[in-house]
């Protein structure tokens, strides 16, 4: 049987031609390159982070992990605690060690590449209780690797677990680890929300065990409106994986009142190359202003040396299109590695 291969929406392409890998590597050896910024180091709130059962918290480990306790829930989106890259050393350590993390409930993985997928540090993260979420066609794969409590999702299918929502969503992007599986899996982002209709955790693990993991989860229900949640739930969380600029990003708004959106930034020079792909920093804020979202995190610069822009460069622009949008400061909060961005939930005193 034929492997089923993958798009994105409107069917817009990631693919290059040999002459377009060549021009870009003739114009990487003539770029000089200023890594002499660092992305800042803060020492993690362990003893915080390992007793937390209640505040939403959002830790960023580097590039697009991120630790996320959330409505009760230890999560771990794009595991990669890797120290190389290809033969590009890590640009900075991990902002927590692997070691360190508390048990992890779910883990996200956006898409099947290497920078966001390291099967070493999942091997190790994972444990008899840790649910792992895929995209639609990796799971068979994962299985193989030894990963056996693992859910499939389809773009725009759910789950929910405990109190919590997980809605897969649409990315613009693509996927290969060999030569053989380009976007033989997909690829996209996630949103977490509370579940209207509370349902204890043993209740809906029970339930995802007995489901068909490779079905898309359930079809999409009636979506709360904020004020049908009450007041006091977590805020609503969009964390958005790896993506190009797309329309996408205002219908997720649309059907999501999204507070906080985890935003790429980076591996997006030279821009004719990775356009399609990745975000600029422009892009990223305008995908942050169509979703609707309150608040912006950026993400995937910092870590790893994928492309020809640099942490500073990126930060640097994404200070500049602020600053002409008019977009207050307050509204974009750019973390350390390390650092825990604590959120206050409407009837925390």
């Not at 989106?77 to 902002?95: H, I, S």
């Not at 509370?194 to 009636?222: H, I, M, R």
Request: charged content about 25%; hydrophobic content about 35%.
């Amino acid at each position: 049987m034929p492997k089923i291969r993958y798009n994105n929406i409107d069917n817009v392409s990631t693919d290059k031609t040999l002459k377009e890998f060549k021009q870009w590597r003739e114009q990487r050896r003539r770029k000089v390159k200023d890594y002499t910024f660092k992305v800042p180091k803060h020492d993690p709130e362990l003893d915080y982070l390992h007793a937390n059962r209640e505040e939403t918290t959002i830790t960023w480990i580097g590039h697009s992990t991120f630790f996320i306790q959330y409505y009760g829930l230890n999560i771990v989106t794009d595991p990669v605690w890797a120290e190389k890259m290809g033969f590009q050393r890590r640009l900075g350590p991990p902002g927590i060690q692997i070691q360190d993390i508390p048990p992890l409930d779910v883990i996200l993985i956006s898409h099947s590449h290497y920078d966001h997928l390291h099967l070493a540090s999942l091997r190790k993260l994972v444990t008899a209780k840790t649910l792992l979420v895929v995209p639609d066609g990796l799971r068979r794969k994962m299985v193989r690797k030894g990963f056996h409590r693992c859910q499939e999702m389809k773009w725009w299918g759910h789950l929910v677990l405990g109190g919590v929502k997980i809605t897969f969503v649409p990315a613009q992007h693509w996927t290969r680890r060999t030569l053989f599986d380009t976007n033989t899996s997909h690829w996209g982002g996630y949103v977490l929300e509370p579940n209207p209709v509370k349902q204890g955790a043993e209740e809906s693990a029970a339930a995802l065990e007995t489901s068909d993991k490779s079905a898309s989860v359930t079809p999409d229900l009636q979506q709360a409106t904020r004020e049908e949640i009450a007041a006091g739930d977590p805020p609503i969380l969009y964390f958005v994986g790896d993506t190009g600029y797309f329309k996408e990003f205002k219908t997720i708004g649309e059907r999501f009142d999204i507070d906080v959106t985890l935003m790429p930034i980076g591996a997006y020079e030279p821009e004719w190359f990775m356009t399609s792909q990745h975000v600029t920093p422009e892009e990223a804020l305008q995908g942050f202003v169509e979703t609707g979202s309150q608040l912006m995190v950026p993400m995937h610069y910092g870590t790893f040396k994928l492309a020809d822009d640099t942490p500073k460069e990126a930060l640097d622009r994404l200070e500049a299109e602020r600053k002409r949008l008019g977009i207050a400061k307050e509204r974009i909060r750019v973390l350390g590695h390390g650092e825990t961005l604590r959120i206050r939930h409407e009837n925390d005193e």
